[in-house]
């Protein structure tokens, strides 16, 4: 069986109406469900050395975002999880290839992440076809 190199996914919430306290607490109670998806084999918060510039922090960390190393075969178990957990609520989402290439997706609704999950399972799936 052949190899394959574990993605990163940093999942951004911005839901309006929520203080940053608030914010950040769903970022954290998020965070041990997200470890328990099927190909999540690492979940943390985003520390602020990690934050793109520009993004607000919150106890060291990149308010409300978190960042989960899943092996590409397992996005849609993640999307899918996303769109229970998160429903209708905007969500940024980073699909990072271990060669440095980026996806930037945004998704407000379960039909914009099924969408974001197939635009990034081609993105990958490109990833292991350029090796």
Aim: proline share 3%; hydrophobic share 40%; net charge negative.
């Amino acid at each position: 069986m052949a190899t394959t190199s574990n993605v990163q996914v940093t999942i951004s919430l911005s839901e309006l109406g929520l203080d940053e306290e608030e914010l950040q607490a769903e970022a954290e109670n998020l965070l041990p469900q997200i470890k328990e998806v099927d190909g999540v084999e690492n979940a943390d918060l985003v520390a602020v050395t990690e934050a793109p510039q520009g993004s607000k922090a919150f106890g060291g960390f990149e308010l409300g975002a978190l960042k989960a190393i899943v092996n590409p075969a397992f996005i849609k178990p993640l999307f899918g999880f996303l769109g229970t957990a998160l429903g209708n609520k905007t969500i940024k989402l980073v699909v990072k290839a271990t060669d440095g290439r980026e996806l930037n997706l945004e998704a407000s609704s379960r039909e914009d992440l099924e969408f974001a999950r197939q635009l990034a399972e081609d993105f990958v799936n490109k990833t292991k076809d350029t090796k």
